[in-house]
């Protein structure tokens, strides 16, 4: 079983759904990231979590750490917002400052 | 203040060559990271280097690998003989410190493709 699994796999969606994309992790973590990737494209650091709920724009992150869980919101999804979003955990390690990612979520949106 | 910087975009190497990976930290940052991301998979930590020093190479494969993040200049991921499953895009971070929860900052990412 991988220490980080993110749900869905793939999501379609129309344009202007609220789009919810959930990670789950089985080791302590001092900190959560969730990042996206264009394709063909870099990567791009959203949010860095340890604890509780951050907004940026039309992107919500929330984490609850006693479940071992966090989500990624999108509100009122556009066409652009269409890439891979991969969640990363930093173990609680002094030294071995190790990320775990998952594999990462692929969304669509339709226009 | 330039983002990092990662070059060549794009390489593409024969069986047998060697290939090197240049990662340009983001100005103030002494640590770096590489990360590998084979098709169709996730990304997986490869070795995390402070200038000068290795402080974790063990996501990196024990042949053929090796990096460096000399004092002057860009962080050096070399793969030496390269083989057909080297071919992935290869992702530098960069941090200007460890701490709980630093974030770090990634590189657009160098696409090796071995024939």
């Known amino acids: 079983k991988n220490e980080v699994e993110q749900s869905p796999q793939n999501l379609t969606a129309q344009e202007g759904e609220f789009i919810t994309i959930n990670c789950s992790y089985s080791?302590?973590?001092?900190?959560l990231h969730w990042l996206q990737q264009h394709p063909g494209g870099g990567i791009v650091s959203l949010f860095m979590l340890s604890s509780g709920k951050k907004k940026h724009g039309r992107l919500i992150a929330t984490i609850n750490i006693q479940e071992k869980h966090s989500s990624l919101h999108i509100t009122a999804s556009h066409p652009r917002d269409s890439a891979v979003y991969i969640c990363a955990v930093r173990r609680s390690m002094n030294r071995d400052d190790k990320i775990i990612f998952g594999k990462g979520t692929r969304l669509h949106i339709l226009p | 203040n330039a983002g990092v910087m990662q070059n060549p975009r794009h390489l593409v190497r024969r069986r047998g060559q060697e290939a090197r990976l240049r990662c340009s930290p983001m100005?103030?940052?002494?640590?770096v990271y590489w990360y590998r991301q084979l098709p169709e998979e996730g990304l997986k930590f490869m070795v995390y280097l402070q200038k000068e020093n290795i402080i974790d190479e063990s996501g990196m494969p024990k042949e053929r690998f090796s990096a460096e993040f000399p004092k002057e200049g860009p962080s050096i991921l070399r793969i030496q003989q390269v083989v057909r499953g080297d071919s992935a895009a290869y992702f530098c971070?960069?941090?200007?410190?460890?701490?709980?929860?630093?974030?770090?900052?990634f590189g657009p990412g160098t696409r090796l493709l071995v024939l």
């Open positions: 971070a960069s941090s200007p410190l460890v701490g709980v929860g630093e974030t770090q900052y």
């Open positions: 100005k103030g940052h002494s640590h």
């Open positions: 080791v302590g973590i001092s900190a």
